[in-house]
Every structure is written in C-alpha cells, then in structure tokens.
C-alpha cells in the first residue's frame, strides 16, 4: 500500500496517475519446510528457539550432569570451563545445569499465566459482553487493576502471598486477566451488532449457543495474539520479581533468582548473571516472533510490508 | 468540549476508588498483625488488645477502608513499621532519582523512537525500516535488567565514560547527575522506544497514504516538512497516547533499573520493603505509582481534545 508511496516521494518524479504495478512474477510457491522459513522467517526462527528451549526443559534431567543443587564450596565462582560449562556461582553451583532446569521454571509459568488468563479473561469479557448490567461493573473493576502498573501489582500480591511458584503465576495471571477481558469484551460488542448474530438471535437460538458457534470462533484469533504476548511478558515479570527478591523461592533454579544469585558479583564475575540472560531473552524474543506473526496475519496494519 | 472534559475528569474517580480499594484490602489482608508489632516483644495480652483498640483494628472492614480513604486524602499515607517514619517523607526523600530517571528516559525515548517510526514509514518495505522492526521486537524481549547489566559492563566497566552505578543528585550539579541517570535511562528507554516507535510507524504508514499527502507531494513540496509537518500532526493522536499507556512500562521499569544501577530511588524503596514485609510502605508507592499513571492519561485525554481540533464529544 504504503511502499509504492514512498517510492514515488522524491520531487518531480511525481506522476499523474498512480503508477500501475508492474507484471507480477510468476509466484512459484515452494512446499513444505523450505517454502514455510522462506515465507516467514521470523517466525520460524522463534518457533525454531522455541522448540529448542522445550526440548531443553523436558529433557533437562539428561541434559545435565551435575545436580543444580549441589554446593561445592571449593568450585566457587568458577569462570566457565570444560568441567563446568557455564562456570559456578558464589555457592560452586553448576549454572549450566541451574540455566537449563531455569528453562522449566520459565516456560511453566509464562504457559500457565496464558492459559489461566485467557480463560479467565475469556469468561469476565463473555459475561461484560452478554449480561450487560454485570458490564459497567465489572469494566470499573478491569480498569482498577489496570491503572496499576502490572510489575508493581505483582510485587505486592507477592509481598502479600510469599514466594512461591504457584503464588508468582497467581500474582502474574491477576494483573494480566483485565487485558484480555477488556479485549474479549469489544470483540463480543462489534459481533453482537452483526447480522449474523443478531440473525441467529432472531431465530431463536440460545446463548450458549450463540456464545460457542458464532462468538468464540471470532475472539480466538485477536485472542492468540494477546496470549502469546502475554506468555512473553508473564516471563518477563517472572524474572523481575525473582530478581528483585519477591518471586519464586531462591532455592528454585529460575533464571530470575540466578541473576539475583550474581548481582553482587556482575563487575567481576559477569557470567553469572550473562547466561542466564540470554536465555531469557532468546525465550522471550522466539515467543515475541510468533506473536508478531500471527498479529501480522490477522491485521496487516500493524506490521509487514506496509 | 468543556463537559467532556469534566466527564473525563469524573471519570477517573470511580477508577481511582477501585485503584484505593485494592490497595487497601492489600494491607488489610497482609498477615501479621500491625499491633503485636507495635506493642513488642514483651508485651501482654491485654497491651495488645489495648493498641488494637487504639488504632482502631477492631473495627469493621469497610468504616476502616473509609478513615483510611480520609488519611490517605489528607495526604498521611501511615507509618513505616520497620523504621516508623512517616511513608509520605519516606516516599519524598526518595522521589527525587525516580522522577529524574522517569522524565529522563521519557524525553529520550520520544527523542528517539518518533523520528525513527517517521523513517521507517517513510522508507517503508526497506532495510531501514527493517532495522527499525528488529529493534522493536529485540526491545519488546529482552529485559530491561539484562538490557542494563550490558550497558553498565560495556559502556561504564569496560569504556569508562559512565559511572558502573550510584546517582548523583542535582544539588551536586547537571553534568554528574545526567552522567550517573543516562546509562539507567538508556536501559529504560528500549522497550518505551520499541512501543512508541512501532506505534509512529503505523500510524505515518496510515497517513502518508492520504490524498492530502499526495496533493502536498504534487505541489513539490520537499520531504522533511511533509513528513513531520504535514504528517506527523496527524498521526500525533495514536503516538501520544501510547506515550501516556507506555508510562506503565516505564514505571514497572523504574524499580528493576533503580536495583541495577544502585540509585536510592522509590524502586529501591519498594524492593526494601517487600524484603522487610513493610506493607505500609508498599501500599503508599504502589497508590502513588498508579494514581500517577491515571493523572497522566487524563491528562493525554484532555490535551489532545484541546490541540486537536478533530476530536468533538
């Protein structure tokens, strides 16, 4: 749309009439894998990480030979090594071993915060959308606990609830359910005014059905979007708070409390705190490229070519 | 547009009770009771009995959420358990590195994230824009500490043109204090910069498509007013208001950046306070914080119904 614009932008090469596109090529769709990366190579580099990481939480029993609990007081802050391939930490920790159990910690809770957001979000937006005079209330509610920076509303319920694991995907999923409900909820509105569901409701069919047949099979595309970001940002927040002390137990090898583990040692001894890093990241960026494909395959608008 | 703006100013009332709701209800659940803690070590049953009925812990939920609401209007936010200062002149001494570090990362990241969403709208489908759109993505993923151990190893450790961590204050002169606030705000700026410049992007790639655009384009105009002036006035809703969304980020930003570069900020204050359960403290930033963030959107709201002129309610 944009990109013949911008082509034409350059004084006196202005034409009169809007040029018209060249003859296409001929589209020779490659198959299979090979035409998939070639199409969208975004997306499959993070569906390529994030198999990787998957693989490597699943099978982190056999990926590591040391126990990522285990002290060795005499291999401490050890730079990395044959013996240990990430070094140790200030407790002779394996942190390749704490780094690659980090990925189960991870990958759990930013799964579970999607899911458990999204179905929650999924009920309080149905019922905004369809029970209208729960609408305004529960809305007020929604925007309540959005006007609360997500982080900071996560850091007191953790404060409040203690660290556990469990606790940090409650916290996370609380501060993330009014995204999603807010979003089902306008997705319900704009339906309800279509023909086809104000056809269905002239018809006689109930709500339920209504909610099953036409209603969800609409929300779900904006709605897998929102769950990938989601899961991105509950990994996220996960590794703030147990970075900043108020997350998972520090006992648990999670890439949060493995940078907390490093901070007093980064200036020295920075390996500590940079593996871990980089696997967060590149968990949070593969998931971040699938999100932003799907996005980009569902409104245009946003990303692509413009 | 006067009564709009009243209804938006009403409006954040309800939102601002709900936020004060919440927020209560935090403390009120916190366990651990406020007058053993009081009363000390030593003391009787009957002595706690007696705090309790002094501070008024006996009494119902809800006429208890309403003398707080009445405090916490007068501006009294309680008491620190752990050091019994006042949480006001604690969250006041300590405002001073986060305000800076927020207005700071604000100016930069709209300093830089708007011209570049320009230019990568204007050269759309190229590999700036390309590289723009990886920024983004990179910025939206990697977290704002990890973001900030780098900076500090490379540009502070390692190059030495920045301290490693600590603030200076203002009294202590701009130079030292920009120096010791520009690596935390660089670290804070990236996922701002992403947000802002996806937005910029989108929003110019919609306007230069426009007849008007075309119309300035045939008249020979050059490019550089047309995109910022003719353009970028037009796309200014959308940006200005994911600016005013995005404060959410910077805010939740600020307490991580504030524990990796050591500034003795309001981040620093809260992540105290949550190691030593001092729930009056987290109750207070955690009101301010998000009171801030609805005064800020309100205040977006309300300045581009008066700059634009579109815009009628």
Redesign the interface.
Known sequence: ???H??G?????E?AAAPELPAILPPVNRRRGLAGLIARSP?SSIGVAILLAIVFMAVMADYLSAIDPARLSPIARNRDPSLQYWFGTDMLGRDLYSRVVYGARVSLIVGFLVALLSTVLGLIVGMFSGFVRWTDSILM??M???M???????A??????A?SSMTNVIAAITFAEVPRVARLVRGVVLSLREQAFVEGAITAGTTTPMIIWRHILPNTLAPLSVQTTYIC?SAM?IE??LS????GTPPSVPSWGNI?ADG?AL??VK?HI??FP?VF??LT??AI??VG?SLRDRLDP???G?? | MLHYILRRVLSTV??????A???FS?LY???GDPASVIAGEQASAADIERIREQLGLDRPYLIRFGEWLWHIMRGDLGVSVFSSIPVTQLIVQRLEPTVSLMVYTLILSVLIAVPMGVLA?????TSI?RAV?TFA??G???????IG??LA?VMA?KLGWFP?QGYAPLSSGIGPWLRSLTLPALALSCVYVALIA?TTR?TM??V??QDY??TA??K?L??FPILFHHALKNAAVPVVTVIGIGV??L???A??TE?VFVLPGLGRL??D???Q?D?PV??G??LL??FL??IINLIVDIVYTIVDPRIRY
């Open positions: 749309m944009a990109a614009m911008s034409a932008g350059h004084e006196g202005f975004g007020r509610v925007d309540g606990i006007s609360i920076p997500p982080i900071l509303l850091i007191a319920l953790m404060a409040l203690g991105a996220i590794a703030v970075f900043i002390g108020a940078m901070r980064w200036q920075p705190v940079f890093a967060l990241s949070v960026l971040n490229l932003d608008r946003m990303g070519k413009g | 309800p939102v601002m009770g709900i936020v709701f919440l927020v935090l659940l916190a366990p709208a204007w050269k759309a489908g824009d759109m993505v990179l939206f993923s990697i977290p704002v500490f990890v151990y780098l190893y450790l490693v996806r989108a790639l919609e230069l498509n655009i075309k384009r045939a020979g050059n490019q959410a980020l805010i939740g930003g307490v991580v524990s809260t992540v306070a949550i190691l359960r729930y987290i109750q930033v955690i914080f998000s963030y609805i």
